[in-house]
């Protein structure tokens, strides 16, 4: 049991971003008395009730949140993917739910009425997505996180919430919203150990989300999009350059040529 408890001490620590030099600075003793307990996993109560307090959690949500830590993505099977598809309000609500929302959330942030919602979450039990319990109460029946097929059915409404949300984001920026967009050229190399990085921080982004849906009520959590794109520039892809209107030669490299007189002319 202890081993549990200090694992999942530790994925707090590392969720809140909290060394054990911090953690020794905030309990007032040294970093190697903080080490000791951690290689030991074992302490009192009344010392384990201070490294939590120190780390800014409440030892039950750390109890609870004991073998609860990500795993791995699961996937949706072919043939639900499609009827999703099909209605992409219904698989608004899906995604919604496994992210963590409550009915009742859903139903303030998109203003539905309580019928409305009764028969979404019908709807998703007759796919086998969940099921219904009393009153508006739903249990998910695909373990999360879920890992989308993004060149099935649904990529069309994938493309569509990303690009409806980088709109959003470029219109609310410094208010609501970071938005970051630029091009560079440099070594693959180089892109490569950028990738790598970011791949780093999205994972912690997931762990601190999971750390908070399990250690904060619900009215105290708010739904952050996380949307990153990087790679070789698709410049004729994004950026595209037609012809010259005036170039009458278009098929032709722009160059120049010799007139009948021998002189250089430049294309019109």
Not at 14 to 21: D, E, L, P, S
Not at 129 to 152: H, K
Not at 177 to 182: E, L, P, R, Y
Request: proline content about 7%; aromatic content about 8%.
């Amino acid at each position: 049991m202890n081993s549990l408890i200090f694992e999942a001490l530790k994925r707090t620590l590392k969720a809140k971003g909290v060394t054990y030099r911090v953690l020794a600075e905030r309990m007032g003793v040294s970093e190697p008395t903080v080490k000791r307990i951690f290689h030991e996993r074992n302490c009192k109560l009344d010392r384990l009730v201070e490294i939590c307090a120190a780390a800014g959690v409440e030892l039950e949500n750390v109890l609870g949140s004991m073998n609860r830590g990500p795993g791995p993505a699961n996937h949706i099977a072919p043939d639900i993917e499609r009827k999703l598809a099909s209605r992409p309000a219904l698989l608004f609500i899906f995604v919604m739910l496994s992210e963590k929302f409550t009915p009742e959330g859903i139903m303030r942030s998109q203003g539905l009425s309580e019928a409305s919602m009764f028969l979404y979450l019908r709807d998703l039990e007759e796919l086998g997505l969940v099921a219904l319990g009393r009153g508006l109460s739903a249990r998910l029946l695909v373990e999360t996180p879920i890992q989308w097929n993004f060149e099935g059915p649904l990529r069309p409404l994938f493309e569509m919430t990303n690009k409806n949300f980088i709109g959003w984001a470029i219109t609310h920026l410094q208010r609501e919203a970071t938005f970051v967009s630029f091009s560079r050229r440099m070594r693959p190399e180089t892109a490569e150990m950028l990738r790598r990085e970011a791949e780093e921080l999205a994972d912690r982004a997931r762990l601190l989300a999971h750390h908070d849906q399990h250690t904060t009520p619900e009215d105290g959590l708010v739904g952050y999009k996380w949307t990153f794109a990087f790679g070789a520039t698709p410049f004729p892809a994004i950026m595209p350059v037609g012809p010259h209107p005036r170039d009458t030669g278009a098929s032709m490299p722009v160059r120049a040529a010799a007139d009948a007189s021998g002189r250089r002319t430049q294309p019109a």
